[in-house]
């Protein structure tokens, strides 16, 4: 069955420390990928994309995230994060021609001062 | 732009009880869909609708109706409220099925 797997539920990093957040896919093909920001009692966020084209992308608030097929992954990077990054993040999917979109479980960030 | 809007924020019912949550978008969106979050299982999807007319299933749709007669709304309907059904419920809309969705601010729905 298509998945998608986020192996960290809980994330803690210094403030101003790098961030990586993993995300996996399942799929024969490669599906559309999303990362999505929600802080608490919020909605989502959308903070990046990818479709097809440069496996590096750029998003809002300076997260990149980068497509590695041979490892069927999309992981969520930060150079330097700041307090107000602290917030739950998921990674999805489109597969199966579009309409539905596969969540992986969330991986909640936090960032000490 | 108001996005897409959600009613109620929060809701208590009692086992056996029905309610209808209310979904609106002004972006003129073909695509709404509705998720139920819950701690640990992230976002899964309950129905979606590519049309006004038209609406599918998503992974988790039992114990849930819904209708689309216009392009802006998106009703969903709990006919027996089960406490199963105790969760966060997220409305979606987007341009189609395989763009940028974007979320309401949620529903917080309790079943006693």
């Known amino acids: 069955a298509q998945s998608v797997t986020q192996p960290d539920i809980h994330i803690t990093v210094s403030e101003g420390a790098s961030l990586e957040l993993r995300c996996n896919y399942s799929y024969g093909a ?37 497509f590695k097929r041979s490892q069927s992954s999309f992981n969520l990077r930060k150079p330097s994060v700041h307090w ?30 | 732009n108001a996005g897409v809007t959600q009613t109620p924020k929060f809701q208590v019912l009692k086992t056996g009880q029905s309610m209808t949550l209310q979904c609106a978008q002004d972006m003129n969106h073909e695509y709404m869909s509705w998720y139920r979050q819950d701690p640990g299982m992230g976002l899964r999807l309950i129905h979606y609708s590519v049309g006004a007319g038209i609406t599918d299933q998503g992974e988790v749709p039992n114990g849930y109706n819904v209708s689309r007669s216009t392009t802006e709304d998106f009703p969903l309907r709990l006919l ?7 969760s966060v419920y997220f409305c979606a809309s987007s341009r189609d099925g395989y763009n940028e969705q974007f979320f309401g601010p949620g529903t917080r729905l309790t079943v006693l």
């Open chain 1, 30 to 66: 490669t599906p559309y990928l999303f990362w999505y920001v929600q802080s608490p009692g919020q909605g989502l966020q959308l903070l990046l994309k990818y479709f097809s084209g440069d496996t590096l992308v750029q998003g809002i608030k300076g997260f990149e995230a980068e």
């Open chain 1, 84 to 113: 107000s990054d602290a917030a739950e993040y998921f990674c999805a999917a489109l597969m199966e021609y579009g309409n539905k979109l596969v969540f992986g479980a969330g991986t909640i960030l936090r960032v000490k001062s």
């Open chain 2, 80 to 86: 027996s409220a089960a406490p199963s059904q105790t």
